[in-house]
């Protein structure tokens, strides 16, 4: 791929990126409203969106136990999306508490990712470098 494609593929992944990005800073947002007693309707006047999309972004909070913490894959999107400093966020990574996929319980056949994981797909996703990549792996042990 010349460097104009690898241009414009790097400028698609990165506005992938801010959408996610966008979707945690919604789903946080929501939650602090709704923390203040705000209705749906409320909520989304407040953020300028409709019921329907304050309702959604609700169920995702309520889904993930309304634990809106930043695992990896955020941290990493986060720093792709708007290139910041690549050092500040190898620091965060190294510093978080990893934990490794296993297998699903009997009778479930398949493999349940962990934490870990989402540095796997990050690299794959070429968010990461291969050396930044050696290098969490070399600090976590890995």
Same mark, same amino acid.
């Given at each position: 791929?010349?460097?104009?494609?690898?241009?414009?593929?790097?400028?698609?992944?990165?506005?992938?990126?801010?959408?996610?990005?966008?979707?945690?800073?919604?789903?946080?947002?929501?939650?602090?409203?709704?923390?203040?007693?705000?209705?749906?309707?409320?909520?989304?006047?407040?953020?300028?969106?409709?019921?329907?999309?304050?309702?959604?972004? $609700? &169920? @995702?909070?309520?889904?993930?136990? !309304?634990?809106?913490? #930043?695992? /990896?894959? %955020?941290?990493?999107?986060?720093?792709?999306?708007?290139?910041?400093?690549?050092?500040?966020?190898?620091?965060? $990574? &190294? @510093?978080?508490?990893?934990?490794? !996929?296993?297998?699903? #319980?009997? /009778?479930? %056949?398949?493999?349940?990712?962990?934490?870990?994981?989402?540095?796997?797909?990050?690299?794959?996703?070429?968010? $990461?470098?291969?050396?930044?990549?050696?290098?969490?792996?070399?600090?976590?042990?890995?």
């Amino acid at each position: 791929m010349n460097a104009e494609l690898r241009s414009l593929h790097r400028g698609a992944l990165q506005r992938r990126a801010r959408q996610r990005v966008d979707l945690f800073d919604d789903m946080r947002a929501v939650k602090i409203a709704r923390g203040h007693g705000l209705a749906q309707r409320e909520i989304a006047d407040l953020l300028v969106t409709s019921q329907d999309i304050v309702h959604r972004l $609700l &169920k @995702a909070v309520e889904r993930r136990g !309304g634990d809106l913490t #930043p695992d /990896p894959a %955020e941290l990493i999107m986060r720093a792709f999306a708007y290139d910041s400093p690549r050092g500040a966020l190898l620091n965060q $990574l &190294k @510093a978080y508490p990893y934990d490794f !996929g296993k297998n699903a #319980p009997s /009778p479930y %056949e398949g493999r349940l990712p962990g934490t870990w994981d989402q540095i796997v797909v990050a690299f794959a996703q070429e968010m $990461l470098s291969r050396e930044e990549f050696d290098e969490l792996k070399n600090a976590v042990g890995r």
